[in-house]
């Protein structure tokens, strides 16, 4: 059964940085697509940032040079690395795991506030 468990979300000030975390098992992970996409409420869920099974990436234009997304096989984990956090980056974060299909976590809840 795939399981996609993410963590490492909380309240921080604007200007700060947090990294989230995804844990996925079930899975042969090296041959997913993994990736992040934020959910604000009363908006829609949108892409953040997604790695390729083979290692490329792709952003948002809103997060570009702020976000960094990576991914270790052997530990079966994806990361997010966010700095200088805007108080517009507040958002329930949920990461997929695709291959034939996509797989979602449960979320993890990000503040950017003063």
């Known amino acids: 059964q795939v399981q996609v468990v993410e963590s490492g979300g909380g309240l921080v000030q604007p200007g700060g940085s947090l990294r989230l975390s995804c844990a996925a098992s079930?899975?042969?992970?090296?041959?997913?697509?993994m990736g992040w996409y934020r959910q604000a409420p009363g908006k829609s869920r949108d892409l953040v940032a997604r790695i390729s099974s083979g290692g490329s990436t792709n952003y948002v234009d809103s997060v570009k040079g702020r976000f960094t997304i990576s991914r270790d096989n052997a530990k079966k984990t994806v990361y997010l690395q966010m700095n200088i956090l805007k108080p517009e980056d507040t958002a329930v974060y949920y990461c997929?795991?695709?291959?034939?299909?996509?797989?979602w976590g449960q979320g993890t809840q990000v503040t950017v506030s003063s």
């Open positions: 079930g899975i042969i992970f090296g041959l997913y697509d």
């Open positions: 997929y795991a695709s291959r034939f299909r996509t797989n």
